[in-house]
């Protein structure tokens, strides 16, 4: 998933005893019931429509108010949610999900069977230009409903009666996980269809199936909640009547509202938070999988991009430790790839990330070398690259700081300009190639390689800089088709293609983010996953 956060059901998922949140900004609340929980975001939320959503922010709302058939447990195993039961056939090519009987939606109607098959054909429907389409791949007939070479009804999930039945082209080792996801839960057609364009714009252009109903959103405004949802099936086992969010832009504000005890919890994941609250007993540390990475627009927008050794020149010359020890106080990590740490393990038990790491490093004398034979293949003697970051992020603001001057002092002959702009103008613009080079992050969506390596495949509609590596291409296909069910041959194929885009440098990968919160200590049962819904309300309590 997509954000400063976004950082979007990782390896690591723990329940939260007055723990923290992902740092994805969630900082805690607004002024409502006293005795309501109250959190925050960083950032105003998106949409509230299922199919189309793709930040953590507005997936944190969504997977909070909504259910699916199965759900991450405090353990980060996928349990039995609004199934009864999911069977999958020993070929692991169909999975036959039983749906609970007497479900029903926040306003009282049923859901039922058919209303997954919508979702999952809503998903998959070149009309809804969902950008997670993609995750459907190796459903029967997903490619090539997509890619409008087939209709929409021909999609392997159908209904009969309180079943569902999926049918796969191939094996799918993450599949059981997005019976979790969010993008994926059940909607209801003839309300969709009814609301039309509005849909999922307001809090009240929405239904919702899960532990919560979501209240006082009109679309702008930055204060709003969650209510218990008392249709919801299992709501004998959520606690929390409400939970008042708001949105709280700077740090600092949080931290203060989290020690006036307006606040249940605040990120200190800025070096001089960290600093100033490293020995508070609330302080807790924040697991997740994200990838902090610097992504180059290829289509020829700047000239300079397109040449291999000007990209490589400015992998090389980005000291990934000292950005993390200056503009992270060493919170977090070094990236050394693309598939972050605490994503997933290989076969043999060993962390993923340090298995496919093809070597990435910092050698100024190398990169000032290819530098200057790549603006000589092009005629230059300098170069201006404008890159763009997040105007409502500190931590985008200091990144984007010590990458302008470390850049240029390592590089002669180039001008680091700074763009800044809102969060969700930068979501559109990675979208739409309006960009030179952009900071991104990508949080897993689940706990399998394929979250991260489905991203830059040729076309893949999250591949923002559109840049083509058939070598990478072919290993993350080989890796889900021939190797699906071989984990070790699939580990060697994720190993192949963070090879390839080290050698032709279509990315920069900066770190591997990590984080700390204050947290009350009072609040209990919430449940952290390192992909996926970051926060998990629903067992979540005041005690």
Known sequence: MDTWKKWAIGAAVVVVVGGGTRAAGLWGGS??????????????????????????????????????????????????????????????????????SGLKYSDGSSLTAKDFVYSWQRIVDPKTASQYS??????????????????????????????????????????????TFANFMPQKQSFVEKQG?????????????????????NGTNNSFKLVKNDNYWDAKSVKTKEIDYSVVKKPETAVQLYKQGKLDR????????????????????????????????????NKFLANTKIRQALNLATNRKELVDQVTSGISTPATGLAPQGLAKTASGEDLAKYVAPGYK??????AKLFAEGLKELGETKMTLTITSDADSPAAKTTLDYLQGSLQKALPGLKVEEKFVPFKQRLSDSQTQNFEAVVSLWGGDYPEGSTFYDLFKNGASYNNGQFKNSAYTAAVNKAETTDALNDAARDSDYKTAEAALYKDANFNPLYFRAGYSLARPSVKGIIINTTGLNIDFKYAYRK
Do not use: C, H
């Open 134 to 179: 993609y995750l459907a791949s190796g459903v029967k007939n997903a490619d090539a409903i997509t890619a409008g070479k087939a209709k929409v009804s021909t999609l392997g999930v159908s209904a009969k009666g309180n079943v569902i039945t999926f049918k796969l082209e191939r094996p799918m080792p993450q599949f059981n996980y997005l019976l």
């Open 197 to 217: 364009k509005k849909y999922g714009t307001t809090s009240a252009k929405q239904l919702y199936s899960g532990p919560y109903k979501f209240e006082g959103w």
């Open 362 to 367: 910092y050698d100024a004398k190398a990169a």
């Open 31 to 100: 002024n409502g019931s006293s005795n309501a929980l109250k959190f925050s975001f960083p950032t105003e939320i998106q949409t509230l429509d299922i199919s189309k959503n793709t930040d953590t922010y507005s997936g944190t709302i969504i997977g909070n108010t909504g259910a699916n058939l199965l759900r991450v447990n405090a353990k980060g195993k996928a349990v039995p949610e609004l199934a009864k039961s999911v069977k999958v056939s020993k070929d692991g090519l169909t999975y036959t999900a039983t749906l609970r």
């Open 266 to 301: 605040a990120s200190i994941s800025t070096p001089e938070l960290y600093a100033a609250n490293k020995s508070n007993k609330d302080k807790v540390k924040v697991p997740e999988a994200t990838t902090a990475y610097i992504e180059y627009n290829q289509t020829g927008k």
